[in-house]
Nanobody, 123 residues
Framework: VQLQASGGGVVQAGGSLRLSCGIS????????MGWFRQAPGKEREFVAG????????YYGDSVKGRFAISRDTVAKTMYVQMNALTPEDTAVYYC?????????????????WGRGTEVTVSS
């Protein structure tokens, strides 16, 4: 499984961005997929997760109500729509997939990772 994140950039506070994660290789409906982010000097943080089947979504507390995760099974792409961005959302964003259906926000439980895409929110 290979993942490629894209869509990062510079945006003003209050603005929006949509990140995409293209997926190649085999996927299973029960796989849990997720977005993480890492700001300089901070630990990697869970942002949002979704099962490839689409039946469950999960969000980190800091993004609830502002971010929305989705996936397109035909395009084999996962997205995260990020609204009402603040400078605290500035980070490198990564997409990842586990090989389990069990929800987890722990990065070490995700097996495959894409290269990150950088998001900068200016004040």
């Amino acid at each position: 499984v290979q993942l490629q994140a894209s869509g990062g950039g510079v945006v003003q506070a209050g603005g929006s961005l949509r990140l995409s994660c293209g997926i190649s290789g085999r996927t299973f409906s029960h796989y849990l997929m997720g977005w993480f982010r890492q700001a300089p000097g901070k630990e990697r943080e869970f942002v949002a997760g979704i099962r490839w089947s689409g039946d469950s979504t999960y969000y980190g507390d800091s993004v609830k109500g502002r971010f929305a995760i989705s996936r397109d099974t035909v395009a084999k792409t996962m997205y995260v729509q990020m609204n009402a961005l603040t400078p605290e959302d500035t980070a490198v964003y990564y997409c990842a997939t586990s090989t389990s259906s069990i929800y987890t926000s722990v990065p070490e439980r995700y097996r495959y990772w894409g290269r990150g895409t950088e998001v900068t929110v200016s004040s």
